[in-house]
């Protein structure tokens, strides 16, 4: 990935649709891109497995979603329990997310980076030799990790 530089200007703080429209088109965060596991509280578990998302217990007794193959509450690029996502979900944000939010970046660049991140990837996976998870972690890391959530 290359080009694109998120970089401090004076624009002003983004809308909930502009931040909205960022994360219909990037799902990164859900899709077993970023994140192996979702840490899910024992109190969120009744809400969520009726949606789909089967809850296990990791070794350490942590209780987490299994999102190596993608968020079963996926849906394209949707959340399909928005409502009753867990709250992990609700709090992380990504350093892409935060630079539109803070106005340091536009939403057109923004989608720009994440529409390059998703070809970069695609064209990866296609190749012979597909890339490790560490690799693809390495291409992530630079907009697109964040706070609070497992991994
Ligand atoms: S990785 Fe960032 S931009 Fe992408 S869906 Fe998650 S929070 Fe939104
Ligand atoms: S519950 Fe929704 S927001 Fe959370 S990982 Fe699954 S699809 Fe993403």
Known sequence: MGGVL??????TTATDAEKEDLC???GLCC?????????????E???????GLKV??????????????????????????????PQACRD???LLFMALEEGEVGLSEARSVV?????TLAALH??????????????LRRHFLGRHRMD
């Open 126 to 139: 296609a190749s012979p030799s597909p890339p490790s998870r560490q690799d693809a972690q390495r291409i």
């Open 45 to 51: 578990v009744a809400r969520v497995e009726p949606r």
């Open 6 to 11: 998120i970089t401090k200007s004076p624009m």
């Open 31 to 43: 899709d077993g891109s970023l994140f192996s596991f979702l840490g899910i509280k024992p109190d």
């Open 92 to 94: 992380y944000k990504c």
């Open 115 to 119: 529409d390059e991140t998703h070809a």
């Open 56 to 85: 296990h217990a990791r070794p350490d007794g942590r209780l987490a979603l299994d999102l190596s193959r993608g968020c079963p509450g996926l849906s394209g690029k949707c959340c399909t329990l928005y409502g009753d996502r």
């Open 24 to 26: 219909l088109r990037c």
